[in-house]
């Protein structure tokens, strides 16, 4: 389906649902190029929403990695099956569940990315210092000031290092009857930072 090694499926090359959330094109390949990805990793796409960061870090690991992709919605655990069926990709393994128990039994990782979680972001980092090998990486996406601020403490306490925080807003075109306009989406804060 998707025929390129270079990141950034566009967004409506997804199967979508009105409910359940996707990581945007842009800001998707930014969080992609944060995690550093190569073939044969083990990834976490925690809060999966429609997958399209467990589709896309999949093509990047290839068929030797494996993506284990994690949601308690089971909206998004259909929307994620079916892009894994659309996109052809053996190497994605859907888990139902709440991540902060799920994750505890999920082998170890090489590069872990959490988004949506319903408020749970920081208590699933501190689960993730112990799933993530020596030399990982985790990347997450933030949309609240508050999460962002306890993110930051929890990374600082586990001593993650090479913190980086980049905030990216996008603006897209649409046509309008009289000509392109530009709308802008919700600035996102990507965090990433390498496991001692």
């Known amino acids: 389906m998707w ?8 967004d ?7 409910k359940v959330p996707i990581t945007k094109e842009e800001v998707r390949v930014i969080q992609l190029s944060k995690a550093r990805l190569k073939p044969g990793q083990i990834v976490y796409d925690i809060g999966c929403g429609s997958g399209s960061i467990s589709i896309e870090a999949a093509l990047q690991i290839e068929s030797s990695g494996k993506v284990l992709a994690v949601d308690y919605d089971k909206n998004a655990i259909e929307l994620t099956k079916k892009n894994i069926a659309k996109f052809d990709l053996s190497n994605i393994s859907v888990i139902y569940g709440n991540a902060k128990e799920k994750i505890q039994e999920l082998e170890k990782a090489d590069t872990i990315f959490i988004g949506g979680t319903g408020g749970d972001t920081r208590e699933i980092v501190e689960l993730s210092q112990n799933k993530l090998r020596s030399g990982g990486r985790i990347v997450i996406g933030i949309i609240l000031i508050e999460t962002l601020y306890s993110v930051l403490q929890v990374l600082e306490k586990l001593e993650f290092e090479s913190v980086d925080i980049t905030q990216v807003t996008i603006s897209k075109s649409r046509k309008t009857s009289t000509g392109t306009m530009m709308l802008a989406r919700n ?7 390498t496991r001692i």
């Open 3 to 10: 025929k390129f090694k270079t990141p950034g499926i566009p």
């Open 187 to 193: 600035p996102v804060t990507i965090i990433s930072a």
């Open 12 to 18: 409506e090359e997804f199967e979508r649902a009105e």
